[in-house]
């Protein structure tokens, strides 16, 4: 599959309500090309993280933030990283516990399950920050 060019990616920005200015889209589409190097699947994120932001600075600093243009996988694990920043104290070995965990459940993973897992993870954080 080809890269997205600069009107696949307006289509998509024009597609969602963001609070960027309308007479920054050029600018915002050339951000994302930029970050997304026509990769599809990058440029999808890229597009929603430009719906969360309310300027072309915002956008361009969560972009930095999220690390989208170092590749997926990095994208991801700062996406991780962030949905764990409250539970510093349980970081370490937090993600191979729940990797392990959901390798091993028997049924499938639902967005109930991974509530569930995040839930009780969420409240060890809280008796944790407790008890220091």
Same mark, same amino acid.
């Given at each position: 599959?080809?890269?997205?060019?600069?009107?696949?990616?307006?289509?998509?920005? &024009?597609?969602?309500?963001?609070?960027?200015?309308?007479?920054?889209?050029? @600018?915002?589409?050339? +951000?994302?090309?930029?970050?997304?190097?026509?990769?599809?699947?990058?440029?999808?994120?890229?597009?929603? @993280?430009?719906?969360?932001?309310?300027?072309?600075?915002?956008?361009?600093?969560?972009?930095?933030?999220? &690390? +989208?243009?170092?590749?997926?996988?990095?994208?991801?694990?700062?996406?991780?990283?962030?949905?764990? &920043?409250?539970?510093?104290?349980?970081?370490?070995? *937090?993600?191979?516990?729940? *990797?392990?965990?959901?390798?091993?459940?028997?049924?499938?993973?639902?967005?109930?399950?991974?509530?569930?897992?995040?839930?009780?993870? @969420?409240?060890?954080?809280?008796?944790?920050?407790?008890?220091?």
């Amino acid at each position: 599959m080809p890269g997205l060019q600069a009107d696949d990616v307006r289509s998509l920005v &024009r597609s969602v309500s963001s609070q960027i200015p309308t007479e920054q889209l050029d @600018e915002v589409i050339r +951000l994302i090309q930029q970050v997304a190097k026509g990769n599809t699947l990058a440029t999808v994120f890229a597009v929603a @993280e430009a719906e969360k932001a309310n300027s072309l600075d915002e956008l361009a600093s969560r972009l930095a933030d999220r &690390r +989208l243009s170092d590749g997926l996988a990095t994208y991801y694990s700062s996406i991780w990283q962030h949905a764990l &920043r409250g539970l510093v104290d349980l970081m370490e070995g *937090v993600g191979a516990c729940l *990797v392990g965990s959901l390798s091993l459940a028997r049924r499938g993973v639902t967005p109930e399950f991974l509530a569930a897992a995040f839930g009780e993870l @969420e409240q060890a954080g809280r008796v944790v920050g407790r008890t220091a």
